[in-house]
């Protein structure tokens, strides 16, 4: 049986025996010692499926490599870090001043590496954590609006949700850019809410600083925490105290992320006008064939959250509309709302930028079923409607299965990785241009080269001899024999 089979099997094993347990301690209202069961099976699964000792294609081993660049000079970002030829500061897969994202995510990234050393699993270590601590922000902000046991179910949803693991390790595109800014937007929000019960100047500075914190992660949608913040004061203050609180959590954000816009427009002008630009151009164009309908959003939902979840988001609206919640609630409807309508507009279109909406998802379904459940004595068919809650818990769980693969035999440590692992022995620590890798920008991340994945022309090599580079090329039939016989070239296998 191959190992990470085995290892399956125990993960598996291993989280049932702690969700059992967890719900066993819930039920008996030992809620502390159930939360913490969950957590302990959300960051199981986290790591267990972020042990891959290869970086993962889209995007991670972009923002690794930024990253681990940032160890050297913190305020310099890069991707390649001394570009062998000449680049297109366009092109943000390969270009030199890299502020294609915020510094925020790699700035976590790089203090892992600091610690634990330049490698795959120190630059998921960040995102493993903060995400995992989802799971209590998500019980503390779901408590407040309904009760515990609600909670617990949402923060279940949390811990388990496929999605979320998949973007916590680096399986999807936007992976820890992502997944740090569902946190800092949850973590605002859950300091918005812990304001209510603890009014103090420290509390809405935390809060602006939250806030600041995802604006450096993500940009503008971090001022989600704002929009929510504000209908939860407006429940309980007047539109003077509203007004002047927000304006402070404003202020402070303020203060937090726009010394990073003022450095960078002033440091790298260019580079910074074009990635603005950029950004614009996720709104009116479809960019890197992530095309979908204005429902694209929509659709893509219940292969999140569940076939079955526009039913208790229908449940919620419904109610909050016949004003059988309490008008707070609507927080939670804004948390949705303004994501799923503002990317639904967006041209570009990609299941994680949504992600910041999850949270709030996971409550009310849990709210759902606990509604459903309280009332099951009053409906006809008992039985369908024990089915139907059965599956509002099932199939998020069989999505979690098929996203995390405990019983997959992917090899998990590939030849190509270990090979590049190696390429520093090989170059013997010169100033060196490695041509013809596949994985060029991996090769990178494990050693100190500048990497191409194609076999440079005669020019190109002059270019990169002239800028102090010393040539590499992976052996192949296509290389022309005029550069085999170059004597500056030496060629791998």
């Known amino acids: 049986m191959p190992t990470n089979q085995a290892a399956g099997i ?36 986290r790591i267990f499926l972020g042990m891959d000792f290869f970086l993962n294609p889209w995007d991670e081993r972009y923002h690794a490599l930024a990253a681990k660049n940032l160890l050297n000079h913190p305020l310099i970002p890069t991707l390649y870090d001394h570009p062998a030829l000449d680049y297109d500061y366009k092109n943000w897969t390969g270009n030199h001043i890299w502020v294609h994202k915020p510094p925020m995510t790699l700035w976590l990234m790089a203090a892992s590496m600091k610690v634990f ?18 799971i209590f922000l998500t019980f503390h902000i779901a408590k407040h609006f309904f009760n515990e046991k609600t909670a617990l179910l949402a923060s279940f ?24 800014f569902i946190f800092f937007i949850e973590l605002g929000i859950f300091l918005s809410v812990y304001y209510l019960h603890h009014t ?48 402070t959590v404003f202020a402070v954000a303020f203060i937090v992320f726009i010394p990073w816009q003022i450095y960078i427009y002033s440091a790298f002008p260019q580079e910074a006008a074009w ?9 009116c164009e479809p960019l890197d064939g992530h095309t979908g309908t204005i429902f694209y959003q929509f659709v893509m939902m219940p292969r999140i959250f569940g076939e079955l979840i526009y039913v208790p988001l229908i449940m919620f609206f419904y109610s909050l509309y016949k004003k059988k919640l309490a008008s707070e609630n609507f927080a939670l409807v804004v948390w949705v709302a303004l994501p799923y309508l ?19 998802i996971f409550m009310m379904l849990a709210w759902a079923f606990y509604n459903i459940k309280g009332k099951i004595t009053i409906f006809r068919y008992k039985k369908l409607m024990i089915g139907f809650l059965a599956l509002l818990v099932l199939l998020p769980i069989r999505y979690s299965f ?14 190509w990785a270990q090979k590049l692992r190696d ?61 085999l016989k170059d004597s500056s070239v030496t060629i791998l296998n």
């Not at 990317?343 to 910041?356: L, Q």
């Open 275 to 283: 990635e603005s630009h950029f950004n614009y151009l996720h709104i």
């Open 423 to 483: 390429l520093n022995g090989k170059v013997d620590g010169a100033k060196s241009a490695v041509f013809n890798v596949d994985h060029y920008i991996e090769a990178m991340f494990y050693a100190n080269v500048s990497a191409y994945p194609f076999i440079p022309t005669r020019e190109q090599i002059n270019q990169a001899k002239s800028r102090g580079f010393k040539i590499f090329i992976y052996n192949d039939s296509r290389i022309p024999t005029e550069i």
């Open 157 to 180: 949803f949390y811990a388990i949700n496929g999605f979320l693991i998949e973007l916590t390790v680096g399986h999807h595109p936007t992976d820890h850019v992502d997944t740090l």
């Open 342 to 360: 503002f990317f639904s507009f967006i041209a570009t279109k990609m299941p994680g930028y949504v992600m910041i909406s999850a949270p709030a």
């Open 10 to 45: 125990i993960i598996v094993l291993f989280v049932t025996a702690c969700i059992i347990l967890a719900f066993y301690y819930g039920k008996r209202g030992e809620y502390r010692k159930s939360l913490w069961l969950i957590f302990i099976s959300g960051i199981a699964l």
């Open 117 to 134: 050393g330049i490698n795959e699993i120190a630059v998921r270590i960040p995102s493993i954590l903060l995400s995992s601590l989802g």
């Open 200 to 247: 103090s100047p420290l509390n809405l500075f935390l809060i602006g600083i939250a806030t600041g914190f995802a604006v450096l992660t993500k940009w503008l949608p971090g001022f989600i925490v704002l929009a929510v913040f504000f209908v939860l004061l407006r429940s309980k203050e007047t539109w003077k105290n509203v007004a002047l609180h927000c304006i």
């Open 402 to 415: 098929e996203r995390v693969k405990p019983f997959s035999s992917v090899n998990r440590n590939p030849r």
